[in-house]
């Protein structure tokens, strides 16, 4: 059974870090470039940022996150992580992960596989 399964999302301060994990089960891993993305409340999907199939290649982030945000994947665990610092009020979303045979797709987010999501609240 295909699943991509979020964890590490709660409630962070200001100026807090927090790191997302994404497992992945039921599909061959390394063959997918991976992606995060976010909806906050009342507002539309973001992509957050996308990875290419190899942990040390190709990787895009959102103007917003950039600096801030880190995407890695370790393809033996067939785990996507998102390590997110100094975050922000704004950063407060639903933060799912995501898989597309392509890694072009990922960067307009027609992805093939999507995971629940996990709340992360940035609030004091």
């Known amino acids: 059974q295909l699943q991509l399964v979020e964890s590490g999302g709660g409630l962070v301060q200001p100026g807090g870090s927090l790191r997302l994990s994404c497992a992945a089960s039921g599909f061959t891993f390394d063959y997918y470039a991976l992606g995060w993305f976010r909806q906050a409340p009342g507002k539309g999907r973001e992509a957050v940022s996308c990875?290419?199939?190899?942990?040390?290649?190709?990787?895009n982030y959102a103007d917003s996150v950039k600096g801030r945000f880190t995407i890695s994947r370790d393809n033996a665990k067939n785990t996507v992580y998102l390590q997110m610092n100094s975050l922000k009020p704004e950063d407060t979303a639903i933060y799912y992960c995501a898989a597309a045979r392509l890694y072009r797709n990922c960067l307009t987010g027609a992805m093939d596989y999507w995971g629940r999501g996990t709340l992360v609240t940035v609030s004091s």
């Open positions: 990875l290419s199939r190899l942990s040390s290649g190709e990787s």
